[in-house]
Nanobody, 135 residues
Framework: QVQLVESGGDSVQAGGSLRLSCQAS????????LVWFRQAPGKEREGIAL???????TVPDSVKGRFSISKDNANNTLYLQMNGLKPEDTAMYYC?????????????????????????????WGHGTQVTVPS
């Protein structure tokens, strides 16, 4: 049984920082691609940070330079560090586990950007943690 439990969500002023945690079972860490998703009211769920089984990590351009992903193998915990928070970062944040993700990019005009996998690829989800950045 894959179990994921998120924590760390809070209400924080614009420009502030938060670190979200996702406690996972040992097998989850070793065998699955782990992704942080977020979903704002009325919007689709979007992937914002990925940690793959081979150690590859990435974030989409929308949060590049502000968000980063890491994990502590000893404590089976996945982290999402969020700096420079903006009101548009307000959302429910979820961690999810699925099969190895691989590297996917979208190239346009000579510039390539990472593409995070669709939520439908992930069978295992936590219940989420709320992040609110008042405007």
């Amino acid at each position: 049984q894959v179990q994921l439990v998120e924590s760390g969500g809070d209400s924080v002023q614009a420009g502030g920082s938060l670190r979200l945690s996702c406690q996972a079972s040992r097998d989850t860490f070793r065998d699955y691609c782990l992704v942080w998703f977020r979903q704002a009211p009325g919007k689709e769920r979007e992937g914002i940070a990925l940690f793959d089984t081979d150690g590859y990590t990435t974030v989409p351009d929308s949060v590049k330079g502000r968000f980063s992903i890491s994990k502590d193998n000893a404590n089976n915990t996945l982290y999402l560090q969020m700096n420079g928070l903006k009101p548009e970062d307000t959302a429910m944040y979820y961690c999810a586990a699925g099969p190895p993700c691989g590297k996917k990019t979208h190239c346009s005009g000579g510039r390539c950007s990472p593409v995070l996998p669709d939520p439908s690829r992930f069978a295992y989800w936590g219940h989420g943690t709320q992040v609110t950045v008042p405007s």
